[in-house]
């Protein structure tokens, strides 16, 4: 079923998870792991994380460096049908433009077909770690919008041959990503929003938000897509925090601010257990505050670490 039938559907506001591909090497109990204890919350759809490929540097005997190309967490799509074959839930594959060529994403959204997968979420990506702008494959997308044009056309049956004869049109439900505090290389918020609106006009049917950790940013952000005319439901997006560390690095890596307050409270913390307390606190008052405001669904980044995340649940359905 499409996410956005299980959002028409619910008589209350939703959970569901996003958890990452294991490292290259691992086996599936470690995701299995990160989602068992979750599913007493009858999630409607699980999202799978997609992780481009890193340049990596092997140093040989002779002192030389070799430069390889390595995906540390490949398995997206076999992830997503372990997921619903498990689990009967529906599972949402992240899929991103960087690192791939219009013909190999058409090829993975036909296995997703093939799968009975009709869910995507469509992202553009960041740049290769190593680099400092994001730069798109040849005969790739550059933009997310673009990635929903080919998804659009595949839905209406339109394949890159257009010489194709007879063809099966897929019918996937499109989500993409928005950033109640703009995505970072936007000039400003409303020229992010701009080409959010863009995204939902070309056929996104639902919006899920980067993490954030004050709601205001949340309602201020949704009321400001109402006032432009983005009327697909927004989802936020919720991380709760584990570790002290993260105070500086969910900054540095998503762009985002973390309330004084939190901040402060963590600061104080003597180790990672009190942080989780911590956290456990201000994601309940979060989620009520959420849930009271009318968010259809509350989208956990439990990133493998369940126990935080549904500590937070548990006191709040
Ligand atoms: P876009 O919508 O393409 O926007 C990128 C930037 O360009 C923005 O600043 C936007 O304002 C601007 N812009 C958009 N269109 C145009 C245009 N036509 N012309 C000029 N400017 C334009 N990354 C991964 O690698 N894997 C994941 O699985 C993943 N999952 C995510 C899930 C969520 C919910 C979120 C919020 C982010 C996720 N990301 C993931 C991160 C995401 O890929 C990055 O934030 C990336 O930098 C932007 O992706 P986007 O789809 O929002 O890009």
Same mark, same amino acid.
Request: proline content about 6%; charged content about 25%.
């Given at each position: 079923?499409?996410?956005?039938?299980?959002?028409?559907?619910?008589?209350?506001?939703?959970?569901?998870?996003?958890?990452?591909?294991?490292?290259?090497?691992?086996?599936?109990?470690?995701?299995?792991?990160?989602?068992?204890?979750?599913? #007493?919350?009858?999630?409607?759809?699980?999202?799978?994380?997609?992780?481009? #490929?890193?340049?990596? !540097?092997?140093?040989?005997?002779?002192?030389?460096?070799?430069?390889?190309?390595?995906?540390?967490?490949?398995?997206?799509?076999?992830?997503?049908?372990?997921?619903?074959?498990?689990?009967?839930?529906?599972?949402?594959?992240?899929?991103?433009?960087?690192?791939?060529?219009? #013909?190999?994403?058409?090829?993975?959204?036909?296995?997703?077909?093939?799968?009975?997968?009709?869910?995507?979420?469509?992202?553009?990506?960041?740049?290769?770690?190593? #680099?400092?702008?994001?730069?798109?494959?040849?005969?790739?997308?550059? !933009?997310?919008?673009?990635?929903?044009?080919?998804?659009?056309?595949? $839905?209406?049956?339109?394949?890159?041959?257009?010489?194709?004869?007879?063809?099966?049109?897929?019918?996937?439900?499109?989500?993409?990503?928005?950033?109640?505090?703009?995505?970072?290389?936007?000039? $400003?918020?409303?020229?992010?929003?701009?080409?959010?609106?863009?995204?939902?006009?070309?056929?996104?049917?639902?919006?899920?938000?980067?993490?954030?950790?004050?709601?205001?940013?949340?309602?201020?952000?949704?009321?400001?897509?109402?006032?432009?005319?983005?009327h697909v439901p927004i989802i936020p997006g919720l991380k709760p925090l584990t570790t002290k560390g993260q105070l500086t690095v969910l900054p540095k890596i998503f762009h985002i601010d973390i309330?004084?307050?939190?901040?402060?409270?963590?600061?104080?913390?003597?180790?990672?257990?009190?942080?989780?307390?911590?956290?456990?606190?201000?994601?309940?008052?979060?989620?009520?505050?959420?849930?009271?405001?009318?968010?259809?669904?509350?989208?956990?980044?439990?990133?493998?670490?369940?126990?935080?995340?549904?500590?937070?649940?548990?006191?709040?359905?």
């Amino acid at each position: 079923m499409k996410v956005t039938e299980h959002l028409s559907k619910a008589k209350k506001t939703l959970i569901s998870f996003e958890i990452l591909p294991p490292l290259k090497g691992q086996g599936i109990q470690s995701i299995y792991d990160a989602i068992d204890p979750l599913m #007493e919350f009858e999630p409607p759809f699980v999202d799978v994380t997609y992780h481009r #490929e890193e340049y990596v !540097y092997k140093k040989h005997p002779n002192g030389l460096l070799e430069k390889k190309t390595t995906r540390k967490r490949p398995g997206t799509v076999g992830i997503c049908a372990a997921i619903m074959n498990r689990y009967e839930v529906d599972a949402v594959p992240h899929i991103i433009c960087g690192g791939f060529s219009k #013909e190999e994403t058409e090829n993975a959204l036909i296995d997703l077909h093939f799968l009975g997968i009709d869910n995507v979420l469509l992202l553009r990506g960041d740049q290769i770690k190593s #680099e400092s702008v994001f730069v798109a494959e040849p005969n790739g997308h550059a !933009y997310a919008s673009e990635l929903i044009d080919q998804v659009v056309a595949m $839905n209406k049956g339109r394949y890159i041959d257009d010489e194709l004869g007879n063809v099966a049109a897929s019918d996937f439900c499109i989500g993409v990503a928005g950033y109640p505090e703009k995505h970072f290389e936007a000039p $400003n918020f409303k020229n992010d929003l701009i080409w959010l609106k863009k995204k939902v006009d070309l056929g996104a049917e639902y919006i899920v938000t980067q993490m954030f950790f004050d709601n205001k940013k949340y309602f201020d952000f949704v009321k400001a897509c109402r006032n432009i005319g983005i009327h697909v439901p927004i989802i936020p997006g919720l991380k709760p925090l584990t570790t002290k560390g993260q105070l500086t690095v969910l900054p540095k890596i998503f762009h985002i601010d973390i309330p004084e307050d939190l901040a402060d409270a963590v600061d104080a913390c003597k180790d990672n257990n009190a942080v989780k307390e911590v956290a456990i606190e201000w994601g309940i008052q979060q989620a009520k505050e959420l849930i009271a405001g009318g968010a259809p669904c509350l989208h956990y980044y439990t990133m493998g670490k369940p126990d935080v995340t549904k500590a937070i649940i548990s006191k709040v359905l």
